[in-house]
Antibody, heavy 122, light 113 residues
Framework: QVRLQQWGAGLLKPSETLSLTCAVY????????WSWIRQPPGKGLEWIGE???????NYNSSLKSRVTISGDKSKNQFSLKLSSVTAADTAVYYC????????????????WGQGTLVTVSS | DIVMTQSPDSLAVSLGERATINCKSS????????????LAWYQQKPGQPPKLLIY???TRESGVPDRFTGSGSGTDFTLTISSLQAEDVAVYYC?????????FGQGTKVEIK
């Protein structure tokens, strides 16, 4: 059964770069798109972007200028970098896998990583 | 971006009673070429990531109890919990995957009355 485990720094100062990594266990990294999704405290969910095994990425236009998602097939890992963070970027960040059905990708998500709370404060 | 709007924001239901959550998309998430609605539902309990319940608006994910039912088409969708159990207390989100970026509703909190 596929399991996602994520890690990264939980406390940042304004203008710093957020960096998180998600490792995939018990399943193939290839053949799927892998996403980052965030959730500000007490609020809803926002999709940040995705990457596939070939390194193809798609980003939410609301964050595109600050986001980089990269992957490492050899380690079954993918990473998120978000630059120039502000207090508005304080959130729980999740990694998640898309669905693959009959050779087509669909962006409903499961499984999910455990989540990492990232707080931006001076 | 497609806007997803849920109602109500919260509801309290007695144990064993029915809970109904609505989700409206703007515009439609029905893909005419395959007649499928690109709509999923998730359950999120405190301190946990969301859990996929339903996709294609009405297909239950493996292992999800059959008291959870998704329905609707086009722009109007419903998640029904037929007989609320204590473990169903959570926030529920709808999400469209019709196009990029995938977007979520604001969530509906379900509590016990």
């Amino acid at each position: 059964q596929v399991r996602l485990q994520q890690w990264g720094a939980g406390l940042l100062k304004p203008s710093e770069t957020l960096s998180l990594t998600c490792a995939v266990y018990g399943g193939s990294f290839s053949g799927y798109y892998w996403s980052w999704i965030r959730q500000p405290p007490g609020k809803g969910l926002e999709w940040i972007g995705e990457i596939n095994h070939s390194g193809t990425t798609n980003y939410n236009s609301s964050l595109k200028s600050r986001v980089t998602i990269s992957g490492d097939k050899s380690k079954n890992q993918f990473s998120l970098k978000l630059s120039s963070v502000t207090a508005a970027d304080t959130a729980v960040y999740y990694c998640a896998r898309c669905s693959l059905r009959s050779g087509y990708y669909y962006n409903w998500f499961g499984p999910w990583g455990q989540g990492t709370l990232v707080t931006v404060s001076s | 971006d497609i806007v997803m709007t849920q109602s109500p924001d919260s509801l309290a239901v007695s144990l064993g009673e029915r809970a109904t959550i609505n989700c409206k998309s703007s515009p439609s998430v029905l893909y005419s070429s395959n007649n499928k609605n690109y709509l999923a539902w998730y359950q999120q309990k405190p301190g946990q990531p969301p859990k996929l319940l339903i996709y294609w608006a009405s297909t239950r994910e493996s292992g999800v109890p059959d008291r959870f039912t998704g329905s609707g088409s086009g722009t109007d969708f419903t998640l029904t919990i037929s007989s609320l159990q204590a473990e169903d207390v959570a926030v529920y989100y709808c999400q469209q995957y019709y196009n990029t970026p995938p977007t979520f509703g604001q969530g509906t909190k379900v509590e016990i009355k």
